[in-house]
Structures are given as C-alpha cells and as structure tokens.
T-cell receptor, first 111, second 114 residues
Framework: AQTVTQSQPEMSVQEAETVTLSCTYD???????LFWYKQPPSRQMILVIR??????QNATENRFSVNFQKAAKSFSLKISDSQLGDAAMYFC????????FGKGTRLHILP | NAGVMQNPRHLVRRRGQEARLRCSPM?????VYWYRQLPEEGLKFMVY????????ESGMPKERFSAEFPKEGPSILRIQQVVRGDSAAYFC????????????FGQGTRLTVV
C-alpha cells in the first residue's frame, strides 16, 4: 500500500537556525517520486523540492535539501537559515501514479 | 502559461443541493487529481483522471460523488445532495503526460454546506 507518514504535527525553529522535518513512506514500486510541498496560510500548495527514487544523490534547492534513505524509506527535509516566510504547513508526498500526502507538519519560525 | 484554474473559489450550497467544482489544468497537462482538505488536516486523495478516463478513484466516496475529465473542457467534481460533512476545501492538481513529474495545484474551492 502507498502510505506517507509524518510523525511531527508541529515544529518550531529559531530564525536563521536549521530544522529537519521527518517523513517515512511505504511503497511496493521501484519507480516513484517524492515531494515536499509547502502550504502557507493562503492555502496555495507550493512545491518545495522533489526527489526521483532512482537517483541516489539528495536533491537540493537553495536553503532546502533532503536526506533520502531509500532502503529505510525515509525522506526528511532540512531547511537551513530559516526565515519568517518559511512558516507554513509542510506536506511530504509520494507519487506512483496517484499522489499521496502525509498529514503535514506545521512549522513555526520564532523571531 | 496560466496555472491550474479552479472555480469557483468559494461555493455555498444548502443541504440537498448539488455542487459542481471545476478545474482547468495547465496547458498541455493531461492528468488531473482531486483532493479534499478538512481544516487542520492533510490532503486526502479522491480521484486521478486522464482525459476521458478515470485512472484511480479509490479515494472517492461510493455515493453522491463523481468526477469527469472530458476531451474538451475542464475537469468536474460533482457532489450530489450535499451534506454538512462535505464542507471542505477541494483542491485540483494537474501534471503532464509523463506520469512521474510533480503536480501543480490550483488555489482550491472552499465548499460550505449550510
């Protein structure tokens, strides 16, 4: 079964510090994609970063990077130099045809 | 290239009425996904469509809900005889013909049943 689990309902980080959001998933496929989406108060879903399962190298997008552990089915998101605008809900997702989302982690940035 | 367009943004329906939610995917995108989001919760998968074809409807309630993506025109999520529990934000996303790429989301339709 295709499942995504985010075990941290809420996280807080001091501005300019680094925070890591956890995600584990389950899949029976060998070819799939993983994503982190951000949902600010506007509710617009914004893609933060993507990872192809066949690539061993961890994806990086500016201050955002992932730690992809395929054998452990783990896909954590690291946000460096946290900014106030990073405050949002963050959803981990897996795609093998349909896209399944985790329940989300609400990230607070402390000034 | 306009993004994914959903309309209306807000929809109010009385119990028992029908709700029609529209989604125009990005140009060139042939895959559409519908999700429901309750307050303070994640996005729950409902249905995955290609043009004129339902690929996966495992998340759709068995009754009152239906979805289509015709050859021409937007994708439609239809909810018949709405009840208060249908009140939620409904999001549509689209992706290109290549399946394993990211999906681009619309801004959602907030349905309120009174």
């Amino acid at each position: 079964a295709q499942t995504v689990t985010q075990s941290q309902p809420e996280m807080s980080v001091q501005e300019a510090e680094t925070v890591t959001l956890s995600c584990t998933y389950d899949t029976s496929e060998s070819d799939y994609y993983l994503f982190w989406y951000k949902q600010p108060p506007s509710r617009q879903m914004i893609l933060v970063i993507r990872q192809e399962a066949y690539k061993q190298q961890n994806a990086t997008e500016n201050r955002f990077s992932v730690n992809f552990q395929k054998a452990a089915k783990s896909f954590s998101l690291k946000i460096s130099d946290s900014q106030l605008g990073d405050a949002a809900m963050y959803f981990c997702a897996s795609k093998e045809g349909k896209i399944i989302f985790g329940k989300g982690t609400r990230l607070h940035i402390l000034p | 290239n306009a993004g994914v367009m959903q309309n209306p943004r807000h929809l109010v329906r009385r119990r028992g009425q029908e709700a029609r939610l529209r989604c125009s995917p990005m140009k060139g995108h042939s895959h559409v996904y519908w999700y429901r989001q309750l307050p303070e919760e994640g996005l729950k998968f409902m249905v995955y469509l290609q043009k004129e074809n339902i690929i996966d409807e495992s998340g759709m309630p068995k009754e009152r809900f239906s979805a289509e993506f015709p050859k021409e025109g937007p994708s439609i999520l239809r909810i018949q005889q709405v009840v208060r529990g249908d009140s939620a934000a409904y999001f549509c996303a689209s992706s290109p013909w290549t399946e394993n790429t990211e999906a681009f989301f619309g801004q959602g339709t907030r349905l309120t049943v009174v």
